[in-house]
């Protein structure tokens, strides 16, 4: 069993930044494969970043330039660096790990971009 746990999220201006933190549970967090997803009001979920446990890293085309993913493998912990941030970038942001063909979900954080 794999439990996530998200935090970071919050209400930010357009233009302004955010860093999600996701932390995760397990002593082989290091063969997790990591993504963050996001789901607006009304939409479906879709993903955000990925990064594998070799460490590469693959973005939706509408962040790409503004948002970086990276992971510590010491402290089970997988981050969004998300910059020049959008009113459309408000959203329910989650962590999911996969793991030995099964998919983990944290409960997720909200990002408000508003002025």
């Known amino acids: 069993q794999v439990q996530l746990v998200e935090s970071g999220g919050g209400l930010v201006q357009p233009g302004g930044s955010l860093r999600l933190s996701c932390a995760a549970s397990?002593?082989?967090?290091?063969?997790?494969?990591m993504s963050w997803y996001r789901q607006a009001p009304g939409k479906q979920r879709e993903l955000v970043a990925a990064i594998t446990s070799g460490g590469s890293t693959n973005y939706a085309d509408s962040v790409k330039g503004r948002f970086t993913i990276s992971r510590d493998n010491a402290k089970n912990t997988v981050d969004l660096q998300m910059n020049n941030l959008k009113p459309e970038d408000t959203a329910v942001y989650y962590c999911?790990?996969?793991?030995?063909?099964?998919?983990?979900w944290g409960k997720g954080t909200l990002v408000t971009v508003s002025s």
């Open positions: 999911k790990a996969v793991y030995v063909g099964v998919n983990y």
């Open positions: 397990g002593s082989i967090f290091s063969i997790y494969a």
